[in-house]
T-cell receptor, first 109, second 118 residues
């Protein structure tokens, strides 16, 4: 079966760095997405990885290792507004998104 | 960037009534639209995929006669929850994909519709 695993909840301090991991097992692979979702709102796109390596975009970076079925989202210089759920999603061979359950990130002052 | 709108953003209805939710792509043609449901503290659950001009493909366990999906044009898809019951109360989110452009088939999400069935 298809499976996406990510931690349920993480806590970090304002100004610090946090890494949210995601492991996956899917039928086929056409890229991995990270989305941010604030409570009561729809997800917003953060990043996309289809090749191995690190993609950097401002304070956020995303890493992919296809051989290990592994990705992480790295958030630097954390701000209170970064408190949200972070969803990992893999596009399978049918171009369907398979979603993880999301990681709730709590930022403390 | 691509914008997807949903209407209404919030709806409260009585049990047994039907509710229609609209999803529109405002600045691109959405060849494919997706309908998701999200219960509190849970991840997105895909309900169905619809391609313009054809019948929707429903995920296992989703009743097609209860959740009617129409994708009559390249910019509009509708989800009708028929004979709604309290257990249908949820956050319904649509997303749209323009397969003719973009690097990686990104899905653009609407803002979601909060449905509460009394």
């Amino acid at each position: 079966g298809q499976n996406i695993d990510q931690p349920t909840e993480m806590t970090a301090t304002e100004g610090a760095i946090v890494q949210i991991n995601c492991t996956y097992q899917t039928s086929g692979f056409n890229g991995l997405f990270w989305y941010q979702q604030h409570a009561g709102e729809a997800p917003t796109f953060l990043s996309y990885n289809v090749l191995d390596g690190l993609e950097e975009k401002g304070r956020f970076s995303s890493f992919l290792s296809r051989s290990k079925g592994y990705s992480y989202l790295l958030l630097k210089e954390l701000q209170m507004k970064d408190s949200a759920s972070y969803l990992c999603a893999v596009m399978d061979s049918n171009y369907q998104l398979i979603w993880g359950a999301g990681t709730k990130l709590i930022i403390k002052p | 960037g691509a914008v997807v709108s949903q209407h209404p953003s919030r709806v409260i209805c009585k049990s047994g009534t039907s509710v229609k939710i609209e999803c529109r792509s405002l600045d691109f043609q959405a060849t494919t639209m997706f309908w998701y449901r999200q219960f509190p503290k849970q991840s997105l659950m895909l309900m169905a995929t619809s391609n313009e001009g054809s019948k929707a493909t429903y995920e296992q366990g989703v009743e097609k006669d209860k959740f009617l999906i129409n994708h009559a044009s390249l910019t509009l898809s509708t989800l009708t929850v028929t004979s709604a019951h309290p257990e249908d109360s949820s956050f319904y989110i649509c997303s749209a994909r323009d397969a003719t452009s973009g690097e990686y088939n990104e899905q653009f999400f609407g803002p979601g519709t909060r449905l509460t069935v009394l």
